[in-house]
């Protein structure tokens, strides 16, 4: 089975910085990713990590270490807009499924 | 536009009927997949499908059934034997052998 797990709930002030965290337990890992979910919108595509290491995407990065079973992402120079629910998913190999944790919920004050 | 469409977005029902939401993708994905989520919780697996003719059951399957008769569809019914069926239902496809998921704009689903 799968242990995702991710804060519940993170506030931040607009052009800040941010970090969601993510630890996972899992058997046949093949990856990461990372959505947004904008509150009765779908989940958007942000990152997949596969190698241990940073990625960087403009304001968003996120980081895999496959040893530890930790997963971040990070969010900089915050916008109201970026106030939304982000979701950390595990993709196995063995059958190509995706298995979420619950999602942080993460508000951006001015 | 390619893209993955279901319909309706807000769909009422009284308890002890059945109903069906439909997902369409003209992706040319092979597999498709079907999510449950309720507040404060992730999406949850209730059906997914690798290939026409062919499905598996998720981690919440009961109470749900699908049918995979064509690539670009994939519709589940929630049928009176699911308990607590009132939540936002999202559909998803992925290329072969997939890695990122494409998610439909989702169905919120009521039963009264």
């Known amino acids: 089975g799968q242990n995702i797990d991710q804060p519940t709930e993170m506030t931040a002030t607009e052009g800040a910085i941010v970090q969601i965290n993510c630890t996972y337990q899992?058997?046949?890992?093949?990856?990461l990713f990372w959505y947004q979910q904008h509150a009765g919108e779908a989940p958007t595509f942000l990152s997949y990590n596969v190698l241990d290491g940073l990625e960087e995407k403009g304001r968003f990065s996120s980081f895999l270490s496959r040893s530890k079973g930790y997963s971040y992402l990070l969010l900089k120079e915050l916008q109201m807009k970026d106030s939304a629910s982000y979701l950390c998913a595990v993709h196995n190999w063995d059958d190509y499924k995706l298995s979420f944790g619950a999602g942080t919920t993460v508000t951006v004050r001015a | 536009d390619g893209g993955i469409t279901q319909s309706p977005k807000y769909l009422f029902r009284k308890e002890g009927q059945n109903v069906t939401l439909s997902c369409e993708q003209n992706l040319n994905h092979d597999a498709m997949y079907w999510y449950r989520q309720d507040p404060g919780q992730g999406l949850r697996l209730i059906y997914y499908?690798?290939?026409?003719?062919?499905?598996q059951k998720g981690d919440i399957a009961e109470g749900y059934s699908v049918s995979r008769e064509k690539k670009e569809s994939f519709p589940l019914t929630v049928t009176s034997a699911q308990k607590n069926p009132t939540a936002f239902y999202l559909c998803?496809?992925?290329?072969?052998?997939?890695?990122?998921?494409?998610f439909g704009p989702g169905t919120r689903l009521t039963v009264l």
């Open positions: 899992t058997s046949g890992f093949n990856g």
């Open positions: 998803a496809s992925s290329p072969p052998r997939g890695n990122e998921q494409f």
């Open positions: 499908s690798q290939i026409v003719n062919d499905f």
